[in-house]
């Protein structure tokens, strides 16, 4: 798999950018080195020693100040330019996914039932030489870089973690502007695309039990089947979503998950039906998860059941700043040239506890395309699929990107 983009823009009209291009490729082979050591060794959720220690050695040697954290296996490193200032926060996440790897790479997990499918691995090799390449141009700076690598993003909240320790404040002036970068498979390799406003979803998960009254099969009457409410729940929750949802402010309900029963003959006393809530406003939010029950208990009246609903509350919609979230596209284009900035039309649906810091920074955080050499965009393995593939290429104009972002913001 090739390492280097091809026709990549290596001079720029903006000074503060040039040579940031030939930079990141003549640091290519340690980007690409420490992608693959943390790929080969996967680790879930907040507790990632050996993650931490590749970025711990990645990081040695550069004028950084350096802490970890003390709930989870975080790393945060400050770096402090010629001239004082304020602070500008980096982000890369960690952790990796119950997933087993089936792409057949050299370097596939050696951890069964763990996979970098998300592109974790990728993002933290790209800080780690942004953080290098910051480092060489720290008389550039006026004001800090704190280098946020953030283990538990897969539902783990692990954001919250380091904002709770304190990652705002460890550079010790105020962080002005935040930015994170996640690669995916579905975009051309290099390109960068950002939008303001919304731009991922918040994610909420829902737990419905049914309870009725077990029998035979054969005798419905007798007993009281919690499985046609369950299923009355499943069409009841689209008609929420359809009808009474603004479709200018959209929503998601899934089931994903229904379990009851444990053979032909016997109606069950309970049936379970689970799924996921996304939203692209707090507002929405809020009405889904206050009428969601008032649905469930309504269904299971009409077929003489009890519900019992929980709702157990995810990460929050993530709102790119409306300044912030533009000039992306303007600060990729200005440092790679207007062939590698593209805007994005349409926020995701899925979910990004980067959420977290943004409610308390003016930031973004935009994607970063790596679709493998000679695939078809409509066919290429997306991220959390046990075969995806990343054009390690592409981590050249990530590690521009993190570090034009922060000298353009510190200038």
């Not at 709930?71 to 602070?87: F, K």
């Not at 046609?228 to 929503?251: F, N, Y």
């Not at 995810?314 to 900035?341: F, I, Q």
């Amino acid at each position: 798999m090739s390492t280097t983009l091809p026709n990549a823009q290596t001079t720029t009209s903006e000074p503060r950018f040039t040579g940031l291009a030939e930079a990141a490729r003549a640091l290519q082979p340690r980007t690409v080195a420490l992608r693959r050591q943390v790929h080969r060794h996967p680790e879930q959720g907040l507790d990632l020693p050996a993650t931490q220690a590749a970025i711990l050695h990645a990081l040695s040697g550069l004028p950084l100040e350096i802490t970890t954290g003390r709930s989870t296996s975080s790393v945060v490193a400050v770096l402090r330019g010629a001239q004082p200032g304020p602070s500008v926060l980096l982000r890369a996440d960690m952790d990796a996914l119950p997933l087993q790897e089936d792409t057949g790479l050299p370097y596939a997990s050696e951890v069964d039932g763990s996979m970098h499918a998300c592109g974790h691995d990728t993002h933290v090799a790209m800080l780690a030489s942004a953080a290098r390449l910051l480092s060489s141009r720290r008389e550039a700076l006026a004001g800090q870089v704190v280098f946020m690598f953030q283990p538990g993003e897969e539902g783990q909240h692990g954001a919250k973690y380091m904002l709770d320790e304190g990652v705002l404040e460890a550079a010790g002036a105020p962080v002005e502007r935040a930015f994170a970068l996640h690669i995916t498979s579905t975009l051309q390799s290099g390109v960068v695309v950002s939008r303001p406003g919304p731009t991922m979803a918040s994610a909420d998960t829902f737990h419905v039990t049914f309870t009725g009254r077990g029998g035979h099969g054969g005798m419905p009457h007798d007993a009281l089947d919690p499985i046609p409410a369950a299923a009355a729940l499943v069409g009841a929750l689209q008609t929420l979503v359809a009808r009474r949802v603004s479709v200018h402010h959209p929503a998601v309900v899934t089931v994903g998950h229904i379990k009851a029963g444990t053979t032909t003959n016997i109606i069950p006393e309970t049936a379970l039906v689970e799924g996921t809530i996304r939203t692209l406003s707090e507002e929405t939010r809020a009405f889904v998860k206050r009428e969601l029950p008032k649905v469930a208990e309504h269904v299971a009246a009409a077929h003489g059941c009890r519900a019992r609903v929980e709702i157990v509350p995810g990460y929050p919609v993530t709102v790119n700043d409306a300044e912030v979230g533009l000039h992306v596209g303007e600060v990729t284009a200005a440092a790679l040239g207007s062939r590698w900035s593209a805007p994005m039309d349409d926020p995701l649906m899925g979910a990004e506890d980067f959420s977290y810091v943004l409610q308390r920074v003016p930031g973004a955080i935009a994607f970063l395309g790596a679709c493998p050499r000679g695939v078809d965009l409509a066919h290429a393995e997306p991220n959390h699929s046990n075969r995806v593939l990343f054009d390690e290429a592409a981590m050249e104009h990530g590690v521009v990107v993190y570090t034009a972002f922060a000298l353009d913001a510190l200038r």
